[in-house]
């Protein structure tokens, strides 16, 4: 029997609100009883790492081999559970190590984009019903095995707290929301365990649908469902004939963003520049513009320029990773790494710059699972070697993961709207400033969309080929 796995990602620039879904920040360990059907036990985790979960007196984490080597301590962010602040990291870790992998499976030329949060809260769903080597891998390949903690059920605990963090934001011009949900098929009986755990920290309420009998009626309804909850922007995750009559359970994670920016680019400011695709190719785009002062940094040892481009509400930032002249986006993609990019954007300050990026839509797609056993999730798309015991009852064997598929979208303008504007060719340097910095986006970059507190990355891509999409 199989089991999908669908992840929906959307960001888009334009107004409204948010509202939370599930009302669970306030809760301690000890008020989500989390008794999944096996538990990874860290052997690298002793018990007196394990605490506290709670906020700490001093606010510092340390690496034993760090601490060893005489290395400073990290500051935890105000405020912030240390386990989740860790859990963000190993996002972000996940997040570089997967971009990389689709990067060596695409041309230069091509554009990737993603959300690394929505795969991860996806997958540790799926975690919730595994045993044996299948938990391990999933602990070790989204990094969930460097929070310290000693056992993998409280991941959960965290991905709540995390979520709260993020999506709990309101601001009148900034929205952030997830949604999850489980469809089943509606002969079996689905593990009470994991429905209760699905829905009380990732808000995943089970739809029955009857896969055996309708597996094409099923997959449109599930379509539909996310089409719902990311307002028309992502359709048709789940290609046709990816649903078949042995499908146990589809597992669905949404992450849709709209935000403002704080520094709106001006339309009359747009004008019809080259955009250089590869030193072969080039094209047309339609450039804005603004002058302004934002969070930057070049970095010559790096060969990289990096802007942050905040939206309203102060929580969520975009950060834009440019090669200077004499590099090129494949030697950024080389070095880049989650803690180096966390240095970048810890050391940047404010400066003035005149800012020069295209405007763009890009629509990405993709299958997860090759991807994933690349990173070394092997077992859980084996029938042969996946231990997924808590998801059915009384199935503990012949259920695994056929594939999971990703789709992402993303939109950037001057205004926040979807609406295209007729442009206007304009002259730049109308107030010449001497001492400011430039940042002209006319190559390709690398985008990060991140909540910038606390570091953590919800969309992630490579902007190389903005041509007839702005």
């Not at 469902?225 to 146990?248: C, F, H, M, R, Y």
Request: net charge positive; hydrophobic share 40%.
């Amino acid at each position: 029997m199989k089991l999908w796995t669908c992840l929906g990602a959307l960001w888009i620039l334009s107004i409204c609100s948010v509202q939370a879904a599930v009302d669970i920040c306030s809760a301690k360990p000890k008020d989500l009883p989390l008794q999944p059907v096996c538990i990874y036990r860290n052997p690298n985790v002793h018990d007196h790492e394990a605490a506290p979960t709670e906020k700490p007196a001093v606010k510092v984490l340390e690496k034993a081999s760090e601490k060893a080597h005489g290395k400073m301590l990290e500051k935890i962010p105000e405020s912030t559970n240390p386990r989740v602040y860790e859990l963000s990291k190993a996002n972000g870790r996940f997040a570089l190590s997967l971009f990389k992998q689709l990067s060596k499976g695409k041309p230069h030329e091509e554009n990737i984009f993603m959300s690394p949060l929505s795969i991860s809260t996806a997958f540790a769903m799926t975690k919730l019903g595994a045993c044996n080597s299948t938990l391990e891998q999933i602990m070790k390949v989204f990094e969930f095995d460097t929070i310290k903690e000693k056992t993998s059920d409280q991941v959960h605990f965290f991905f709540a707290k995390l979520n709260c963090r993020l999506y709990r934001k309101k601001h009148n011009t900034v929205e952030l929301v997830s949604a999850n949900r489980l469809f089943g098929e509606q002969s079996l009986n689905i593990n009470e365990n994991f429905q209760n755990i699905s829905e009380v920290v990732y808000g995943a309420k089970l739809m029955p649908l009857n896969f055996k009998e309708k597996p094409e009626i099923s997959r449109l309804k599930i379509n539909q469902w996310i089409s719902e909850k990311t307002k028309g922007k992502i359709n048709d995750t789940l290609p046709q004939g990816s649903i078949d009559a042995t499908a146990v359970m589809v597992l669905v994670n949404t992450i849709y963003f709209k935000g403002q920016w704080k520094n709106k680019f001006d339309k009359k400011d747009v004008m019809s520049l080259q955009f250089h695709v590869s030193s072969t190719k080039k094209c047309q785009v339609h450039m804005m513009y603004k002058e302004a002062k934002f969070q930057y940094k070049k970095f010559p040892e790096d060969k990289v320029k990096v802007l942050e481009l905040p939206y309203n509400g102060g929580g969520i930032s975009m950060v834009l990773v440019l090669p200077m002249k004499d590099s090129n986006l494949t030697e950024v993609e080389k070095i880049i790494t989650y803690s180096k990019l966390t240095n970048w954007t810890n050391t940047m300050s404010e400066t003035t710059v005149a800012v020069q990026i295209p405007r763009f839509r890009i629509e990405d797609s993709f299958s997860l699972k090759e991807k994933m056993r690349d990173m070394g999730l092997n077992h859980l798309f084996s029938a042969e070697h996946a231990s997924l015991p808590g998801i059915v009852e009384g199935v503990d064997n012949g259920i695994y993961i056929s594939d999971a598929y990703h789709k992402a979208f993303l939109e950037v303008n001057e205004e926040g709207s979807e609406a295209a504007a007729a442009t206007a060719v304009v002259a730049l340097g109308r107030s010449l400033n001497v001492n400011r910095e430039s940042f002209v986006a006319n190559k390709p970059f690398l985008l990060f969309i991140r909540e910038a507190t606390i570091n953590t990355i919800i969309f992630a891509g490579r902007i190389s080929n903005p041509c007839k999409s702005g």
